[in-house]
């Protein structure tokens, strides 16, 4: 019996030795190339900025381009309590376990296997006659214990390839997280610049309500004397009306972007502390760009369409490796017997199977043809979708700079036709009183005046919500 042990071993061996040979040939073969990344062909500079320095302000931290504290509060609060970033967070966790099952796809299984069966056939039956011929008895008791491997070979790459889609799926779930930082981060800022914005709008309704009160007590002076109609009293009163309007509306507006941006720190409507003013707020004068072959290496977006790249290449990979055949290389050994008492009677008990099949699909063919060829043109499509996401990241980039460039000559434009109309109403508020200007004139020249300084804060807010979507069209805000 020790005897047919060795020669068994010896044969699993032999046949290990041909499989491994077997494994060899096909495996120097390679049935699928990758397609690069095609970064080629990219602009030297953006349209708005001629530069050699690759030095990006969308590679800063967060807490170095922003400086108010108020902003930096609320970011720190989104970055925590946000829950679309706690879902990209998951998201990674997800693909990190898809990766680990991955990593485990060319490890063989091993399977262990207890039966116990016990079977009383018809004594009329084959399988009953059988035994009482063979066994002196009619009742057939079959006892199995045994171990199971089952391994298949990754000749043609598929496995690996598997791994590769896995390996860069997390990566990419890693740059949606950033991706959805930014926007957030982003959204957090414009959102406390608006709420900057309407604080300014509301004090200067207010001004602007107490400048018309008092145009109002001039005209019902004059009236009173009998110098002026009650169409003038009338109209100063509606212009009043009109300012005053502005408040609750203004008020309104405060409320409903507190309540926003009290959603986007994962926190219940609240009011929001602001610790800064509008005017307070610096518009950066110039911000680093760099040149767009940094911009690939730093927006996830770019990044995350990068891996997509890589996934369709290891699809492509994995659909041409089902078109050829499959080693699977498979051993069973334990302990056997018809008795219970004999189960554990080594060696007497001890079996073992060796054994390998290739497998090779057929009728399929033509319908995994079709998935590789379909494989491919999803890849090609991928190449397109980087390529325009490329030009609309540089188009973002030269877009924002443009609107710096523009709105800083129209802030320069606004502030001046402010301080002129701010000398106009004082101007017609004295000529007025010495009967050198009608009500008309004192109403205009304060109409206008409201109008000019709420545009200006509009402007400014436009200012510096320019700056922060060139921070983030450059990739920054994640870090």
Request: with cysteine; glycine share 6%; charged share 15%.
């Amino acid at each position: 019996m020790v005897e047919k042990v060795v020669q068994l071993k010896q044969k699993m061996k032999t046949r290990n030795i041909l499989f491994a040979l077997l494994i060899l040939v096909f495996g120097s073969c390679s049935i699928s190339k990758d397609l690069i990344t095609p970064k080629s062909g990219l602009p030297v500079n953006f349209r708005e900025h001629i530069t050699t320095d690759t030095n990006s302000v969308g590679a800063l931290p967060v807490k170095e381009f922003f400086t108010t504290p108020a902003i930096l509060n609320l970011i720190d609060s989104a970055l925590l309590r946000n829950y679309d970033l706690q879902i990209a967070v998951k998201n990674i966790d997800a693909a990190a376990l898809i990766l680990r099952r991955a990593k485990l796809g060319n490890v063989p299984k091993l399977n262990l296997q207890v039966t116990a069966n016990s079977n009383i056939p018809s004594e009329n039956s084959l399988n009953g006659l059988s035994a009482s011929q063979f066994l002196n008895t009619n009742h057939i008791e079959d006892f199995n214990a045994n171990l199971g491997l089952t391994w298949e070979a990754d000749i043609w790459g598929k496995i690996g390839r598997q791994k590769d889609a896995a390996y860069a799926s997390y990566l990419q779930s890693a740059e949606v997280k950033k991706a959805v930082q930014t926007r957030i981060v982003a959204a957090v800022a414009a959102g406390f610049y608006r709420l900057l914005m309407l604080d300014a709008q509301l004090n200067v309704a207010k001004r602007n309500v107490e400048l018309n009160s008092n145009t109002l007590k001039m005209i019902q002076m004059q009236f009173d004397a009998g110098q002026t109609t009650s169409l003038a009293i009338q109209q100063a009163e509606a212009q009043k009306l009109s300012a005053e309007q502005l408040v609750p509306q203004i008020l309104q507006e405060i409320s409903i972007q507190e309540n926003a941006l009290s959603t986007l720190t994962g926190k219940f409507p609240s009011a929001i502390e602001r610790s800064a003013t509008l005017e307070q707020l610096i518009v950066p004068s110039q911000l680093a760009t760099g040149v767009p072959a940094t911009l690939l290496n730093i927006r996830p977006d770019v990044r995350s369409v990068e891996l997509d790249l890589k996934i369709a290449n290891a699809k492509v990979g994995i659909a041409n490796a089902n078109l050829y055949p499959t080693l699977v290389i498979s051993a069973t050994g334990g302990l056997n017997s018809f008795k219970a008492s004999n189960w554990f009677n080594i060696p007497a008990s001890l079996f073992g199977v060796v054994g390998g099949g290739i497998t090779q699909p057929i009728l399929q063919g033509r319908a995994l043809k079709t998935q590789f060829e379909l494989a491919k043109i999803e890849r090609d499509q991928t190449v397109l979708a980087f390529r325009q996401t490329v030009i609309n990241a540089v188009a973002e980039v030269s877009n924002e700079q443009a609107k710096i460039l523009n709105l800083g000559n129209e802030y320069l434009i606004a502030q001046k036709r402010v301080n002129t109309l701010q000398l106009a109403v004082k101007n017609s508020d004295l000529l007025f009183k010495s009967g050198m200007a009608n009500y008309l004139e004192v109403i205009s020249a304060q109409g206008n005046l409201l109008q000019g300084e709420l545009d200006l804060t509009s402007i400014k807010t436009a200012q510096l919500n320019a700056s922060l979507s060139l921070y983030r069209a450059l990739g920054g805000g994640w870090k």
